[in-house]
Every structure is written in C-alpha cells, then in structure tokens.
C-alpha cells in the first residue's frame, strides 16, 4: 500500500524545532511496521489549521496525489488536517469518494478497517446533525421574523418599504399590486420569462430589468410568506 504523508505546524517556533521532525520520524515508524510505502511527506510550516482549504497549497497538492493514486493520507492526528470539523470531513469525504484512505496516528482511524469508517461515519453524522440544528434554528428565527413583518436581509423585498425603525417592513400599494399581478399570471399558467416580458416598463426595486430569477425570487417569498402566516 501507498501512502502521502502530510505534516503541519503553525508556529514559526514549531517550524524551527521539532515538531515536524517529530511528526516525520512517528508517521515514518509507523509505515516501517505497518509494511506501508511511504511516496513522500508533503510539509506544510507555519500554517494555521484554521486557515481557508483554497489557500492551502501544499495540502491541496498533497489531495491531488492521493486522489490520483487512490492511495493513503497519513497524518498524525485529524488536527493536521484542519482545526475545523467541516473541513476536515470535507477533505475525508473526497479521498472517500476518490478510492483513498485516511490514516491518523493519534485517533487510530484507518479507513481500511471497519472501526475506522464507523469513527469516520459517526463523525459525519455528528456533524450533520450540529448542520440541521442550525438550519432549524435559522428557519425558526426567519420565520418569526416574517410572521412579524420584520426584515430579513439587507436588501427590502418587492412590495415592500423600510419602515423608519429601520427593522419593520410596511407595504408598498404599487409594489403589492404588481405582486397580485406576477401570482396570478402564474396561477394562470404563464412562464417566468412570459411575466418578465409582460412586465417590461414597470419599474423593480433596484432598477434593474425583470428576469425570469427575479420573478421566481417573488413567488418564492410569498410563498414563504402564505407558510409562516
């Protein structure tokens, strides 16, 4: 079997010491016993777990090279992945889907085996739950704010004006008129682009022309609208 291994430190003292040195000599022991041929160490000094994936190249280089050869990702603990549980189940899930395994010293995970994809799975299952809570909390909090007239985001939705609190939402009679028109051509069976085109000249919110994906936006609010009522 083959294995990259990545090795990280982000501090310039761990740079000059010997953490990575450390993380080499136990990832190059382990592979000796293991009977696990090691291609090469991809290093990664003075960078931060928490640092954005896109900006990490060496890490990146080192996924390019597992994935290609469906090999093993070894690293001493998940925490030289990333600090960061979405990324690291992130960086999991391509080497997964790739064919790839993931080895960690410090955890003892190895893909290989069953206990190691049941860690793997439970960890993904955790963090989709901690995922769906907070979706439950934002619509929960979204919808009370529409029950209540409030505003959503920064931008004031169409048929709608900012109230001088600058929080509550008031409408707009001109706005609202042409929202009763865009629902009931829909009801009426007309396309989105037939009711962009049939409201030409009539002013938007912004400015801008109307399209197909401002129609849709409408529709979709006021139906959200009709659910938190």
């Given at each position: 079997m083959?294995?990259?291994a ?22 190059t022991?382990?592979?000796e016993a ?9 290093e ?5 777990g ?6 990490r ?40 889907k ?6 960690s010293?410090?955890e003892?995970i190895d ?6 994809k ?9 963090h989709?739950?901690?995922v769906?809570?907070?979706r ?15 505003r ?6 169409y ?12 409408e ?9 028109r ?7 069976g ?12 009539t ?8 399209s ?18």
């Amino acid at each position: 079997m083959e294995a990259i291994a990545l090795i990280r430190c982000s501090t310039h003292h761990q740079v000059d010491g010997t953490s990575l040195e450390n993380q080499r000599k136990r990832i190059t022991a382990y592979c000796e016993a293991e009977e696990i041929k090691l291609v090469r160490f991809v290093e990664e000094a003075g960078v931060s777990g928490l640092t954005n994936l896109n900006r990490r190249d060496a890490l990146n280089e080192a996924l390019d090279e597992v994935c290609k050869r469906k090999c093993a990702m070894i690293v001493l603990s998940l925490s030289r992945l990333s600090r960061s549980l979405r990324d690291s189940l992130s960086i999991l899930e391509r080497i997964e889907k790739a064919g790839g395994t993931v080895i960690s010293l410090t955890e003892k995970i190895d893909s290989r085996s069953a206990s190691g994809k049941l860690v793997t799975n439970l960890m993904m299952l955790l963090h989709n739950f901690e995922v769906n809570q907070l979706r439950e909390r934002v619509t929960s909090t979204m919808t009370m704010l529409r029950q209540n007239q409030k505003r959503i985001s920064r931008f004031t939705p169409y048929g709608y004006d900012l109230a001088k609190n600058g929080e509550d939402l008031v409408e707009n009679p001109l706005e609202r008129a042409v929202v009763d028109r865009i629902k009931s051509m829909r009801a009426a069976g007309y396309s989105l682009w037939a009711i962009a085109a049939a409201l030409d000249g009539t002013p938007t919110k912004t400015g801008a022309k109307w399209s197909a994906t401002v129609i849709r936006g409408i529709l979709i609010r006021e139906s959200k609208l009709a659910l938190a009522a």
